[in-house]
């Protein structure tokens, strides 16, 4: 079997955010008021109860979320969907919905996971709106409202009106509160009366907003959720029906808007106020084995580009973070902003601060460009041999450009290794057989020393697995052969082993199987995840014509194909609630004795937006890389699936960094 994933480096992502403005959103009550006159009559107004038609709210992350999707389900399964403003405010009718409601926000960048809140009511005083934020708190309120943590299960059919009630809502509210009581009280707010779906808030980094920035909302190894603080981000509470929440988490060292400051000093460097760059930028900047903050994060710095807030993901005291060069108390951090072309992305760096108590920018101090993070993908095989190993894997994207892709990486750079948590023995990277990557790839076989001689694999994938189960139950056990093992671990490992933030050994060597300067300490930003949760991800469905067409040796686009049009639909159970895809990528590989043998790949690069009818079409090209630049030096195809080839179809996208693969494949 072939089993090819590829992925680009990580550098710098997307997220919408918004500079943040006032909005006050509450229900309004009506008050009785009164007047005199000399013959001392006085009129009375009063207030009833009526259903509401609208439901408004916040988005917001910390910042707030400019742009999102909102998708409001009723209990009947119907949906009404709208788009939130640049403050983060949203509003839309909910004239003939039946409650109570599933809200899902959706950033359209992919840089931050779904939100979600609820409604379990909609009477309010007079028919004023239903007030619904959404936010890392409301997703938190209504993951203990399932099982195992998961707010999709409630779309499910009759799950809304079993599980949303105004009891279990308020029930899930005060469990919340209790686990946040300190942070709660040190940002002037009461555990009792706090309410993080229907209380005003600004978007403003206090209040309930320097809450939402103490804290981080992270997938659980297996698809649930999980709430930690970003000073203590190794200590985390599981988010089910089943939890009791007793454990406090921590207050933050640092108040919300600890890097105020830095953020303007940066935004004055980066528009051209050059003694601004000294105070924002450490004399020993380093990250990736970029000298220059902005070479690194060029588009950060590029003209037109906006600086609109920064969120937390860990704080470090002094010493800990794992590359010695850092040796004061320091923060892992994401900056958000706005590109010249109103595209929201954040930059990923780490600040660090100083003596005099202030913060600037210092970078991760990593020698080389090396990029870790946790991946979940779904592979689906089409032909009948592979079709009952249909499985779901996770496990780490390794992501180590070439220096012939622009990276500083050596130019002497012919293998590297990678040890850490959750991998079983050294892991091993070469050059790839392949046209359209120009990352190294994991090997094949298990190696117990640096290759010689300038080898290169056919693995074809950055995706190390260390967890996979069947699609379904009836799906025949994989267990992954001798020649695979480079790239799986022999058996499933615990995913609950291996803590948050945890940080992976590589080093690099040249042909000789000398090493190449020293160990580099790579950290995962991202949660550790399982194969098993895949069940909670609602993954596209392939268009049947690619599949029949593209993906079978009988199909009419069997043979060589210069590019193919790829379509898919979000709808899953006639809700339009999977994720928006960011890439889509081809594999093929010649067949038994076709020259010339290497595999050729092709990219379309999004993102995609949102369409209301869930359906999407985009073409793809043979040769184009991650980078959407052509890699073939003549005209290239993808192969023809003929005896001994295989192809391969795949949809990418991101979530808060962790990357999610959908893939069906043919081999023949």
Known sequence: MNHKNMTYPLRVKRLTAAVATVVALSCVAACGGGSSSSSSSTTTSTSTSASATTLSGTVAVGSALAGATIVVIDANGNEVTGTSGADGSYSISIAGLTPPFLIIATDPSGNNAPLYSVTASITTTNGAPVVANVTPLTSAVVAQLTNDGNPLDLTTSGALTSTVTPGAVDASVAKLNTSLDNILTAN???????????????????????VIDAVIVTPTSTGGLQLASVESPGTTLTLDLNTSNTTQLAVPSVQADYLATLLTQLGQCLGGTSSACSSAIDANYLENGYASFQSFHSDLAAAGSTITGSKTLAMYPAGQFPNSSVTLPSALVQIFYTDGAGQANYALTVVQQLASGSWDIIGNQQQYDINIASFLDRNQYEDPTDAPYSRYEAGLNISIPTAASGAPNPVTLASASVTGPGLTNTVWLEPRNAVGNDTLSLTSHVLTSAPTGGTTTNANTTLYRWSW?????????????????GHYASAPIDVTTVAPFAVYTVRFYDI????????????????????????????????????????????????????????????????????LVDKVEIQSVPGTGVTPSSEIDGWWIGPTTFATSGQYAETVTAGIGQNGVQQCTSACQFSALVTGASRNVELYWNYGGSLYYNLWHYDD
């Open 188 to 210: 002037g707010l009461n555990g009792s009366t706090f309410n993080p779906i229907t209380g005003s808030f600004t978007p403003n980094q206090t209040g309930a907003d320097a």
């Open 469 to 485: 189960q069947a699609l379904s139950s009836s799906g025949t056990t994989f267990t992954p052969s001798a020649s695979n093992l």
């Open 512 to 579: 000789h199987g000398t090493q190449i300067g020293q160990p580099v300490s790579v950290i995962n930003p991202t949660p550790p995840l399982a194969a098993q949760a895949g069940t909670t991800v609602p993954w596209q469905t392939l268009g049947s014509d690619v599949i029949s067409n593209f993906l079978s040796p009988s199909g009419s686009l069997a043979a060589q194909q210069a590019s193919v049009n790829v379509d898919w639909s979000n709808l899953v159970s006639n809700q339009n609630i999977a994720p």
